[in-house]
């Protein structure tokens, strides 16, 4: 409640802000459930909807600037995958995989500035992601009629 958040649909395009509101439907027809209000936002073809997932580590051993991490991978062929993305701590601190170390998925790790032995070491990983698309194209409005893509005639679905 009150986060903001973008979500992505495929629809008929509107240009500006258009305002807009989402209901969920309900068991009585006549009185959906206000869920969110909203704006559109611009329409971008360049706009890109990523997902985010984040590893995390623990720092072993800790020698100034150089590190230890455990916990993030498991195999070594994960750690030289991985080798040319960007760390980060919880406490701020930027660093990078210097090598793997073993065949348990440690890797020792060098950062910009000292690192304290309860930080947390992250690596933030992204995704590109496409909308779910839906064949069922919605024709009527309360008697639940929906027309299959490519076809002309209406089928009757219950949504019970």
């Not at 009585?28 to 209000?37: G, R």
């Not at 997902?51 to 150089?66: A, D, E, T």
């Not at 991978?73 to 991985?82: A, G, S, T």
Request: hydrophobic residues 40%.
């Amino acid at each position: 409640m009150g986060k903001p958040s973008v979500a992505t649909v495929y629809g008929p395009v509107v240009f500006g802000k258009v305002p807009c509101m989402f209901y969920k439907e309900t068991e009585d027809v006549n009185e959906p459930i206000l869920v969110s209000t909203g704006m559109f936002m611009n329409t971008d073809v360049k706009r890109i909807v990523a997902k985010r997932i984040v590893l995390s580590g623990h720092p072993f051993k800790v020698n100034k600037k150089s590190a230890v991490v455990r916990y993030m991978f498991f195999n070594p062929e994960d750690v030289h995958w991985f080798k040319p993305v960007q760390l980060q701590t919880k406490y701020g601190r930027v660093g990078h995989i210097r090598e793997s170390l073993g065949t348990h998925g440690y890797m020792k790790c060098i950062f910009d500035g000292p690192l304290t032995q309860q930080d947390t070491v992250m690596m933030p990983l992204y995704k590109r992601i496409y909308p779910k698309w839906n064949t069922a194209i919605w024709t009527g409005g309360l008697d639940k009629t929906i027309k299959e893509a490519g076809e002309s005639k209406a089928m009757v679905i219950d949504m019970d």
